[in-house]
């Protein structure tokens, strides 16, 4: 895949991922049934449909979470694409379920602060057969 074709998929990724309904048809045409997530973020089931419930839990935490595209970084041999982006919210609560044994429940099960934030992140990408395979 080409430069702009990988950073298409990226920034079709954030734009899901802002998404506040999830919408699981858009995902299945971005991102592999079979994704790998080799780097497991607290909390989450690292599958396809432990993205998409992720991404429920952290809109109905953040209600006015909105993640923007500020960097970019293209590896285009290995089909990769590392978006740095900017987060901006509200932390309105967030609940893991009682089902989370990682200790991060306690992180970030917190209760409702109403405090606003702002952060920087990164996501790594990589791209087969048109579909994300590994986040």
């Not at 590392?82 to 089902?99: E, K, Q």
Request: aromatic content about 8%; charged content about 20%.
């Amino acid at each position: 895949m080409n430069r702009q074709q990988l950073l298409h998929f990226a920034s079709r990724y954030v734009a899901w991922i802002n998404k506040k309904t999830s919408d699981e048809a858009t995902l299945s045409k971005l991102m592999s049934r079979d994704i790998s997530i080799p780097i497991e973020y607290p909390g989450a089931t690292p599958t396809y449909d432990g993205s998409v419930k992720f991404m429920e839990d952290l809109h109905a935490g953040t209600h006015d979470i909105n993640f923007k595209i500020i960097d970019t970084c293209v590896d285009e041999l290995h089909c990769s694409v590392t978006v740095i982006t900017r987060a901006v919210g509200t932390h309105s609560g967030f609940s893991l379920g009682t089902n989370c044994t990682d200790g991060s429940r306690e992180w970030l099960g917190v209760t409702a602060t109403g405090n606003k934030f702002d952060v920087k992140s990164f996501m790594m990408m990589k791209v087969r057969h048109l579909s994300i395979v590994m986040i």
